[in-house]
């Protein structure tokens, strides 16, 4: 009942992964799946935080941001972490990763997911009225 209920089918095979669903035999989607499922898992980024122009609109006496800005402000930063490693702190506000823009939590989750296990990408923030870029590495 659960495969029907998730592919809408009455036939086999049903194959789930995850939020994956594969009816019948699909050998480009099972690989995929398949190389999302093995090799060395990345490591968590490890940043606790919210919507920048959120956050900053009720809490104006903790920071300013310029005017327009988006991004995720940095509440906490997990020890030991990747982002922790990388020199992120809290109170930065994270800008952009790996070259492409971060204007919200959702994005920066999503920017985050396509980083490989091992990549070394750069991250841009905004810390102390003044832009900065720097390395951090998604290994162990």
């Given at each position: 009942m659960e495969m029907i209920r998730r592919s809408r089918q009455h036939g086999v095979p049903v194959i789930a992964a995850g939020e994956d669903v594969i009816v019948g035999f699909d050998q480009p989607r099972l690989a995929r799946i398949a190389e999302q499922h093995n090799g060395p898992k990345r490591p968590p980024f490890g940043v606790f935080?919210?919507?920048?122009?959120?956050?900053?609109?009720?809490?104006?006496d903790?920071?300013?941001?310029?005017?327009?800005?988006?991004?995720?402000?940095?509440?906490?930063?997990?020890?030991?972490?990747?982002?922790?490693?990388?020199?992120?702190?809290?109170?930065?506000?994270?800008?952009?990763?790996?070259?492409?823009?971060?204007?919200?939590?959702?994005?920066?989750d999503r920017l985050i997911k396509s980083v490989r296990a091992g990549e070394d990408v750069t991250v841009g923030l905004y810390r102390d009225g003044a832009y900065e870029t720097i390395p951090v590495k998604f290994s162990d």
């Open positions: 935080g919210a919507n920048a122009a959120e956050y900053a609109s009720k809490h104006s903790q920071i300013t941001l310029p005017p327009g800005m988006k991004g995720v402000y940095v509440g906490k930063v997990r020890e030991g972490s990747v982002a922790a490693r990388g020199g992120i702190k809290p109170g930065d506000v994270i800008t952009g990763i790996a070259g492409k823009r971060v204007t919200d939590l959702s994005g920066l």
